[in-house]
């Protein structure tokens, strides 16, 4: 068995990292010749070819759009393009993009896509553009955009098993392990690097008569399941193999559940089982929590006096190696266009627009997510502009190093995270480790099975 | 004295069953009359076509559609295949919806059965005459006029482990912590709370309005006879209120069958399954899972469930109406 061994990130490596990534990035930009960091400075691109169109774009409200929607003008003003914004919360946005594209006659020529719950669903249903024709053709795509320059996690979350690029990268979210750094220098303990020293770490730390807990993290059923297969990564081991066969029931998979089970189970806050991000959210930034292990974009919320206790004291890790790799599982985002869209070039220009380096930096200034560029992290107008700690960009740079998905990109996905979500709640409350994840694997099977038939 | 109420009360009912529609016997026409008649009524009907198109848009079509739908093995993305009465048996099979029956069930006896009993006292209550009764009694049904959502987002707060203010209130008087909503053991009672915290007032307003409308004689002849206010209570005021009570019973026992927001808001039906009712599973289905047909199945399960409670409620109402 080739076994790899734990890759072990220092605070110094992380930097160095980042500092390489930002190196390559830079090079990657120099190496385009004539480019500037704006499209418009594109000057033998033609950006109006599709002027006086009209498109709709369906998006997500979160931060990231609205970045766009407050730069839109950027946009019209460039190609002459009109775009109406139809911006919906995400549970409904998602449901109104499959309602439409199953009728036939979706009412949008963009949308947003949420590649960790919908990936298979759209890869199923091709309801997106392959957008590589549009890539390789430069009277569609500027000299400047640079698609080499997306994290290759981001290039490979938004390729589909087919091939096919149906989607630009937009956001990557990293799993990583907040940990308050005053809570840690209080009992001597170093930061966990690997899962082992985090369940030593949590054990050391959890002090529930004094109001402090060891870890926090998700345990509300559909919702925690990424926790676990994140800690399988550590295992170099994935729920769903490349065959498309479940591996819950493995030998890896129960032992990633059995570290799930005694950090949620022994040292997190009583009712923890009902804990999405938020209320996690709340218990780290009240300081209850020595540590938190979530997505990498609450450091804003953290950092905020009005919002946190813990202001100054957050320390930002790497997803703690297992016993035979270290990985970062991640959650991202994409933006693609309507396969059935009569409008596909002005919608294309859009996605251009949306990922290029300037809207990318942008999402990393403001705090708003970590961007799929690399060239965001090394960029001198983010990191003037900077409002979350230079820590955390060193991590979000390592992780994507060793970024891997967090859930399987299979059609049913949400009720792969309903049934196995619902098996971990269940080991928080005692439920034999091995006996639930069979049962889970025994309800899920049929499922995944009728879903492979198509 | 109560049979003369009831005299009364059937002479009431006698008068109501007479139709006002029934054209008085010198006002009956014949031949050209009566065809004149027959052509308005027929002119009449095109006024209704409006209201028949609406009924069957968005009533009758949409629920023989999902009769259809029920019958059908459909995914969303994947091709509509007809599978009979598959989805039905697979129904029957399912443990979690069995379960989520079942639990659908408790939640409604104790978010029917706590609003009843706290709102008929509380009508008794704002009966009486007393100092600031309109300005208390408005603030009695303050919850009522709250959003479902916003009221289950305040609630998640209060029923947090450790910064709730429901625990704190509760080692404030030397009594444990609970952990409400975050175990499987509390979770319904503690959903059930919220539910009547919200609707307990319409009860009251309900009963209320019985209580005003009850005839004074009865009373009066109890205070002759020199009954207890407890016999008064027992004996005259509970059974005259009676059909008031399962007006508001059939009321709660609808909402509360299928109460969606405030379960959905505070917990999504966790933690696990442990309070995921009919309308959660259902949901997850229909919106999460995408498997149309089974839900589809669901839904028709659902309905006939509320339709037979909702006969049972009301054959109940009537045996409670004064004979």
Known sequence: MNVERPVRYSRRHIVKLASAAGAVAATARHQVAGAQSTPAAAADFDWQRFNGETITALMIQNPRTDLLVEHLQEFQDLTGITVNMDVVPEQQQRQKQVIEFTSGNASFDV???????????????????????????????????????????????????????????????????YWNKEIFAQKGIAFPENLDELVAAAEALHDPDNGIFGIVARGIKNANVPVWTCFMQGWGAQPVDAEGQLQTTTEEAIAAAEVYKTLLANYAPPGVNGFNWN????????????????????????????????????????????????????????????????????????????????????ILASGAGAPARMSAYSDPAVMENLTVPEELLATLVASGEIGLPSLPAIVPVTEFRDVFGVALTNMIFGGDVREELEIATEQFQPILDESQQG | MVSSLRRAVAEGRDRLATPLSSPPAAARLTGSGLRRGYDRRRRYYLFVVPAMVAMVGVILFPWLFTLYMSVHDWRVGSERAFVGLENYINLARDKRFLSAIVRTFYYTVLAVGFPLVLGVMAAVLFHQEFRFRSFFRALFIMPMMATPVAIALVWSMMFHPQ????????????????????????????????????WTPLVMLIVVGGLAALPTDPYESALIDGASWWQVLRDITLPLIMPFIMVAAVLRVIDALKSFDTIFAITQGGPGTASETINIYLYLQAFSFYRIGHASAVVVVFFGIIVITSLVMLYLRQKTLWA
């Open chain 1, 279 to 362: 209320e996690c959210q709340t218990a780290f930034s009240q300081g209850t929590a020595a540590m938190w292990f979530d997505g990498a974009g609450f450091a804003r919320p953290l950092e905020d006096p009005a919002q946190s206790k813990v202001v100054g004291k957050v320390g930002y890790g790497l997803q703690p190696a297992g016993p035979v790799s270290r990985h970062s599982g991640i959650f991202g985002d994409g933006i693609g266009v309507v396969a059935s869209s009569e409008k596909q070039g002005p919608a294309y220009f859009f996605c251009q627009w949306a990922a290029n380096q300037e809207n990318q930096a942008r």
């Open chain 2, 163 to 198: 910064l709730g203010v429901l625990n704190y209130l509760l080692t404030q008087v030397g009594l444990p912590p609970s952990l409400w909503v975050y175990s499987p053991d509390t979770v319904l009672a503690s959903l059930a709370l919220v539910e009547t915290w919200q």
């Open chain 1, 111 to 177: 949308t947003t896509v949420s590649w960790h719950v919908q990936k298979g669903l759209f890869g199923q249903g091709q309801w997106l553009a392959d957008l590589r024709p549009m890539l390789e053709d430069p009277e569609l795509t500027a000299s400047d955009f640079n698609f080499d320059d997306f994290a290759p996690a981001a290039v490979t979350y938004a390729t589909q098993s087919d091939g096919r690029i149906d989607t630009m990268p937009q956001f990557l979210d990293y799993w990583i392990l």
